[in-house]
């Protein structure tokens, strides 16, 4: 088999892309498993079963910033530093994110990494699922981890937080795309996390998350991704924010923006999370 034309080891790289490249002394490769609590899976428990060879596990709610109340909000340039040099991940190494629903959560890592200033770093396209759909290499052994010294520069036009988000929906100077399901987005469907209302940003677009992916959890090309973005009514020759219900598939559009060659992007840290539960941020509901 022979690696995709797609492969970009800055945002997608094929399953036969890192079989080529899994041995290289200079990759590292993450699982970034994230479930919500519905969906009934130990995202840990699953990677100590079997992971792709060497990979670490990047547990997305415990490197964040914990001082904030509000769900795995990005994490301080110094807590990134030393999780991840504690997981032998540094300067120079090319890494690759995978996770096990196909493309979900390992976009959010992509995005924590390049929000660090760090651009060698890949989503797996698939995921673990079409890797061992196709009959690939796991383990359950722990990697052997060595120190590697890392440097970051914080890219602080890739964040928003809710005053900047508020603002640019008040001004229409950016279009902000709502990651979540349609139903969700109309307020028709409760949200997963207690205590928040129902709805969306007001001004914002929907496309849910899944409609930039194949049925095998691949992301689609980028110009059937530019016909879907432009399918739901989005202006790409403006800046874009991204937000979802906590940060988490917002970044499978950022990544599906970048794909496209829309730089302009940035992703909404606190998203429905936070908008939902402020009573003085208003709330649309409906189309």
């Not at 080529?20 to 970034?32: C, I, M, S, T």
């Not at 120079?92 to 390992?106: L, P, R």
């Not at 008040?170 to 469907?189: N, V």
């Not at 020759?237 to 950022?254: E, H, M, N, Q």
Request: aromatic fraction near 8%.
């Amino acid at each position: 088999m022979t690696p995709s034309p797609q492969d970009d080891p800055r945002t997608l790289v094929s399953t036969d892309w890192l079989a080529k490249h899994l041995r290289d002394p200079d990759l590292r490769v993450l699982d970034a498993s994230w479930y919500l609590p519905a969906q009934n899976r130990d995202a840990k428990a699953e990677y100590v079963a079997a992971h792709i060879p060497g990979a670490r596990f990047f547990d997305i709610d415990e490197i964040s910033d914990q001082r904030s109340s509000l769900p795995h909000m990005a994490p301080p340039p110094e807590k990134f530093i030393s999780r991840l040099r504690a997981m032998g991940v540094g300067d120079g190494h090319q890494v690759v994110v995978y996770d096990g629903a196909g493309i979900f959560s390992a976009a959010r890592v992509w995005w924590t990494f390049r929000l660090m200033g760090k651009l060698d770093v890949a989503v797996l396209d698939g995921g673990f699922a079409k890797w061992q759909a196709e009959g690939r290499e796991v383990e359950d052994m722990p990697p052997v981890i060595r120190d590697r010294h890392m440097t970051v520069s914080r890219q602080n036009h890739l964040v928003k937080d809710v005053t900047q988000v508020a603002h640019a929906a008040k001004l229409g100077e950016a279009e902000i795309i709502d990651a979540r399901s349609a139903a969700r987005f109309r307020g028709e469907a409760p949200e997963p996390r207690a205590g928040l209302r129902s709805g969306h940003i007001p001004g914002s677009k929907n496309l849910p998350f899944a409609d930039v992916l194949n049925a095998d959890g691949t992301m689609k090309p980028p110009a059937e991704l530019k016909r879907v973005f432009e399918a739901a009514g989005i202006d790409l020759r403006k800046p874009v924010i991204t937000t979802c219900g906590s940060g988490v598939t917002a970044a499978v559009l950022s990544l599906a923006l970048e794909r496209m060659g829309h730089r302009n992007h940035a992703l909404y840290d606190g998203s429905w999370a936070e908008w939902g539960m402020y009573d003085d941020l208003r709330v649309a509901t409906g189309p």
